[in-house]
């Protein structure tokens, strides 16, 4: 298996991400915050991380949640995945918000999300009058699913 170098800025307090097992896809986000950040039912707040990465063209880094906290209590990333582009130098913030029923309180260098990094083309649109047919065609939601 190959590895991937990416420059990595830690103005945090916190470990850099980490897999958290050997076959892990995902690594862990920390929040890096000065007080605990409380989140009312469906409210949501931007999570910053202290780091800042210099990604590789053709590459993106996806922010999703963690299962445990979407599990338990209900808190997830707003737009997930996210995506953090190659061209991006800002902080990495986690956009969250609470879809349980009770507040959550998130401390500092709580693990909030999973970052994974992957490769991505490029595409270049070719204008056509048809498409190739398959047995789908143009069935949409739920098309694939169970049949009556």
Partial sequence: MSTLEIPIINKSKHVLPNYQTPQ???MDLHANI????QLLPQQRALIPTGLFIELPQGYEAQIRPRSGLAFKHGIT????PGTIDADYRGEIKILL????DQPFTIHDGERIAQM???K???I???ITDSLNSTDRGEGGYGST???P
């Fill in 145 to 147: 699913g169970k049949q």
């Fill in 124 to 126: 270049h649109w070719t």
């Fill in 97 to 100: 918000i609470n879809h349980g």
């Fill in 116 to 118: 994974i990094i992957a």
């Fill in 120 to 122: 991505h083309e490029t």
């Fill in 34 to 37: 000065e007080e605990p950040v």
């Fill in 77 to 80: 990333v707003l737009n997930s």
């Fill in 24 to 26: 892990s896809a995902g």
